[in-house]
């Protein structure tokens, strides 16, 4: 994601992520969560921190995002 139009804003355990997906579905702001324990647990693999999730928002929307991030947390 690195040459995207995305950026992270947020990374959390799936548990206090999910609520904040429904803020930002409520507030109509497209986002991206890549699970990369889930990821490697699919594909066969193991991995150390399991659980964690990142949130990526388009770069035009972050300000937002990161206004109801800011009242979320």
Known sequence: MDNS???KIFTDN???VQPFLESLK???I???V???SES???AGFGTSIKGLQDVFVPKN???????LLKDFL
């Open 40 to 42: 490697s647990r699919l």
């Open 14 to 16: 799936f548990i206090v």
């Open 61 to 67: 929307n972050s300000a937002q995002a990161l206004e």
């Open 26 to 28: 409520e507030n109509n």
């Open 30 to 32: 497209p986002f991206i």
């Open 5 to 7: 139009d995305y950026i």
């Open 34 to 36: 890549k699970d990369e």
